[in-house]
C-alpha cells in the first residue's frame, strides 16, 4: 500500500503559521514579482480566485474581501517542506519527496489495520508540530493514493484521512473523478479521452 500525504494549500498554510489571525480568511500567495496567484486559501478559491490568475485581474476582489495577499518565500516554504518530512520520516517506515507539499509513504509491511490510525496520527502531529494541514490518501498505487489524497483534502468527513482500501471504494472514487483529474493525464491528455466520450477515471 501506498500513502500521499499532500499538504493543503501548502504556501498559504505557510504563511498561517506565522499569521493565526488568517485562519478562516481569505488568503493568497503570488509567484515572482507578484505576477499571478500561485497559492490559494480554501476561502479564497470560494471567492472565485484561480491558481494563476494575474494579480491585476483579481485586485477588486482582493479589496472588496479584504484577501490577505504574501509575495512567495520559498525559503519559508522549503523550510516548511522539510519539517513536514521528518515528521513523516519519524512515524513512517519509508518517505519518498514527490514535491515540495507532496510525499508517498510506503506502508509495505505495516498490518493494514493500524494504517489507518497511523496516518490519523501523522495528520494530527504535523498540524500540532509543524503547523500545517495534511491530507493523506492510501490505496493500493501511487496513482490511486494521489486521488485518494484528493478525497481526503475535498471531503471533511474524511478527517483528513482517505483509505481506499477496498475494490468497492476505489470504483466509487473513480466515478467521481473528472478524467483531468487523473495523475498523468491533464489538460494535454485530457481533450483526447474526452473525444473518445471517456470522462471519469
Not at 56 to 74: E, L, P, Q, T
Not at 127 to 154: C, D, E, M, Q, Y
Request: contains cysteine.
Amino acid at each position: 500500500m501506498f500513502g500521499l500525504a499532500d499538504c493543503n494549500n501548502f504556501f498559504a498554510s505557510c504563511e498561517r503559521v506565522f499569521r493565526p489571525d488568517l485562519q478562516g480568511k481569505p488568503v493568497i500567495v503570488l509567484s515572482n514579482n507578484d505576477g499571478c496567484a500561485i497559492a490559494r486559501s480554501n476561502e479564497a478559491k470560494a471567492l472565485g480566485i484561480k491558481m494563476g490568475d494575474p494579480y491585476f485581474k483579481i485586485r477588486h476582489i482582493v479589496d472588496a474581501y479584504d484577501v490577505a495577499v504574501f509575495s512567495g518565500n520559498m525559503a519559508l516554504y522549503g523550510d516548511m517542506s522539510r519539517r513536514v518530512r521528518w515528521v513523516l520520516e519519524e512515524f513512517a517506515p519509508s518517505v519518498e519527496v514527490y514535491s515540495i507539499d507532496e510525499a508517498f509513504l510506503h506502508l509495505d509491511g505495516i498490518d493494514p489495520e493500524t494504517v489507518p490510525q497511523l496516518c490519523t496520527d501523522l495528520v494530527a502531529k504535523i498540524r500540532k508540530w509543524v503547523g500545517v494541514p495534511v491530507s493523506i490518501g492510501v490505496a493500493p498505487t501511487k496513482t490511486l493514493a494521489k486521488i485518494a489524497s484528493h478525497f481526503a483534502k475535498k471531503y471533511k468527513g474524511y478527517k483528513g484521512v482517505c483509505m481506499m482500501d477496498t475494490d468497492a471504494k476505489r470504483i466509487k472514487a473513480l466515478e467521481l473523478t473528472p478524467i483531468d483529474d487523473v495523475w498523468g493525464i491533464g489538460r494535454r491528455l485530457a481533450p483526447k479521452m474526452l473525444e473518445k466520450n471517456v470522462r471519469t477515471a
